[in-house]
């Protein structure tokens, strides 16, 4: 209950160069657009104590941590620090590049002849890694992510043949079927947000076949396909946002992020299940 003694303490282990909390003025209250601050507020609100730890050096004590490192590989210093916990909510979760979690990958010579997209192999395009290096430069520390490209936009081919030799031989990038879901209204893209136990699947509904969140026309509460319950296993999830479409009958994962972000065009659908999101963490403390 609010106002008595701290029920746990729990440690948000964030990057040295993370935006994670955000100051809109000076007389604002603090806010975010991440997913996990809204489960933090209501978690704080039933009287559990947390801490923001910024940096792999930081010296935080706690009954759980959540591992909300905002890059595609979570550096060894990162991992290190989340050991040192009793639990850690995403502590198995190093790699979330696309050559990683994509279930749409193609390689040279393989057997598909329709449509393709070229992608970064980073999440978000690499625009976590792009601001990380923005806000070390600014410190005047060097880049976290020298090597990490922002590709601005995705580029769709009408076969393999199409594609230029960048597309397959560049490490930063990565070739996927591409395979939009066909619905009645146009186009269906599906989420799957979990936290522990805890989860809402949703089927969205748009026009247009790259959809956006600002381009949905309708949404609808779904089953979350047991095939993709096996991928969250394998790869170590215990927090975190899966995007994919049904294809020939089949999950497809497109993108699994571990620091899922909210859009404001969904943004009503988001603090409904942040409640539940907060049992689930509940659920998690040792």
Same mark, same amino acid.
């Given at each position: 209950m609010p106002g008595t003694?701290? *029920?746990?303490? !729990?440690?948000?282990?964030?990057?040295?160069?993370?935006? /994670? !909390?955000?100051? @809109?003025?000076? %007389?604002a209250s603090q806010q975010s657009r991440y997913l996990l601050f809204g489960v933090l507020r209501e978690m704080a609100d039933r009287g559990h104590a947390v801490q923001v730890a910024?940096?792999?050096?930081?010296? $935080? +004590?706690? &009954? *759980?941590?959540?591992?909300?490192?905002?890059?595609?590989?979570?550096?060894?210093?990162?991992?290190?620090?989340? $050991?040192?916990?009793?639990?850690?909510?995403?502590?198995?979760?190093?790699? !979330?590049t696309k050559r990683v979690?994509?279930?749409?990958? *193609?390689?040279?010579?393989d057997d598909w002849t329709g449509p393709v997209i070229v992608k970064s192999n980073l999440n978000a395009k690499g625009f976590p890694e792009t601001q990380q290096n923005i806000a070390a430069k600014k410190r005047g520390q060097p880049a976290p992510h020298p090597e990490a490209p922002f590709l601005m936009q995705y580029k769709i081919y009408d076969r393999p043949a199409a594609l230029p030799e960048m597309a397959w031989s560049s490490p930063h990038l990565v070739v996927e079927k /591409?395979? =939009?879901? =066909?619905? &009645? $209204?146009?186009?269906?893209?599906? @989420?799957?947000?979990?936290m522990g136990e805890r989860e809402r699947c949703t089927r969205y509904l748009a026009k247009s076949r790259m959809?956006?969140? $600002? &381009?949905?026309? +309708?949404?609808?509460?779904?089953?979350? =396909? %047991?095939?993709l319950r096996e991928v969250r296993e394998k790869l170590g999830f215990d927090f975190?946002?899966? +995007?994919?479409?049904?294809?020939?009958?089949? =999950?497809?994962?497109l993108d699994a992020n571990k620091t899922p972000g909210t859009a404001r065009a969904v943004d009503k659908v988001v603090k409904a299940g942040t409640q539940s999101l907060a049992n689930g963490l509940e659920a998690l403390l040792p």
């Open positions: 003694s701290p *029920l746990a303490r !729990i440690v948000v282990i964030t990057h040295a160069y993370d935006r /994670f !909390i955000e100051q @809109a003025g000076p %007389e910024v940096g792999p050096s930081a010296v $935080e +004590d706690g &009954d *759980l941590a959540i591992l909300h490192t905002d890059c595609s590989v979570t550096p060894p210093d990162y991992l290190a620090l989340a $050991e040192r916990f009793p639990r850690c909510v995403n502590g198995r979760v190093q790699d !979330i979690t994509s279930g749409a990958l *193609l390689a040279p010579g /591409f395979i =939009p879901e =066909p619905a &009645d $209204e146009g186009f269906a893209m599906r @989420a799957w947000v979990f959809i956006k969140a $600002e &381009d949905i026309v +309708d949404r609808e509460a779904i089953e979350v =396909p %047991e095939a975190g946002k899966f +995007d994919f479409v049904m294809h020939e009958g089949r =999950p497809v994962l």
